[in-house]
């Protein structure tokens, strides 16, 4: 599959790979975090969330990985299908009682 | 279909025009949102509200003007709106619990009012 570094905002792969969508969060004291998926035309649609107490959480094809030292997460999407192309987000909630912070999108497109 | 529905879809005012942006959630929920979406920038929450008391302002312009009259809906009113106001405005819902974490539960988005300002 291909990866890619701290949030490039586009990424391109084959039907079929694994794909793996990277973003990085500010605040280190945020608890609880989630990737939306938006396609043309929609608004986002919730995929996977993950509190600070785990590392890693699995959805349907989806995994989302976080790394506190880092303050790191990730979107892995195994054998990625052309019905996964979108913008995908990633959000944080950064304070007890405020709404979420999202960060900036990663455009995935998947050819045949 | 996430339960939220916003109206209308598209929407093209002048600079002096006043309209209003509509959204209904048939969730349940008892916190809404109103966030801006422009190209190639994260989403911008705007408005918050809880039990339909508004919790934050993110240093909206006053030509914004939110409006909860219950739980279920939430409108946006626009007036004198400047030609970079046009963007994707999204409403969110969301079960607000008032412990631990606060809002820590996953918001279901509307499909948004695409707004054109001219």
């Known amino acids: 599959g291909e990866s890619v570094g701290l949030h490039l905002p586009t990424l391109s792969v084959q039907e079929g790979d694994n794909s793996i969508i990277n973003c990085a969060y500010s605040n280190s004291a945020s608890d609880y975090f989630i990737w939306y998926k938006q396609e043309s035309g929609k608004g986002p649609q919730f995929i996977i969330d993950i509190r600070s107490n785990m590392d890693k959480r699995q959805g349907q094809r989806v995994t989302v990985l976080l790394n506190k030292t880092v303050k790191h997460l990730s979107l892995q999407i195994a054998a990625t299908q052309p019905g996964d192309s979108a913008v995908y987000f990633c959000?944080?909630?950064?304070?007890?009682?405020?709404?979420?912070?999202f960060g900036k999108g990663t455009t995935l497109s998947v050819s045949s | 279909e996430t339960g939220v529905t916003q109206t209308p879809r598209h929407l093209v005012m002048g600079m002096t025009n006043k309209k209003s942006l509509k959204c209904e959630q048939h969730?349940?929920?008892?916190?809404m949102y109103w966030y801006k979406q422009s190209a190639k920038k994260p989403l911008e929450l705007m408005f918050v509200?809880?039990?339909?008391?508004?919790?934050e302002n993110n240093s909206v312009p006053s030509r914004f003007s939110p409006e909860c009259p219950n739980s279920s809906h939430l409108f946006l009113h626009l007036h004198t709106l400047q030609p970079e106001d046009s963007a994707l405005y999204l409403c969110?819902?969301?079960?607000?619990?008032?412990?631990?974490?606060?809002?820590?539960?996953?918001?279901?988005f509307g499909p948004g009012t695409r707004l054109t300002v001219t």
């Open positions: 959000a944080e909630n950064s304070k007890a009682g405020t709404a979420l912070i």
């Open positions: 969730l349940g929920h008892n916190a």
């Open positions: 509200y809880n039990f339909k008391e508004q919790t």
């Open positions: 969110a819902s969301s079960q607000f619990t008032a412990s631990g974490g606060g809002l820590n539960y996953e918001q279901y």
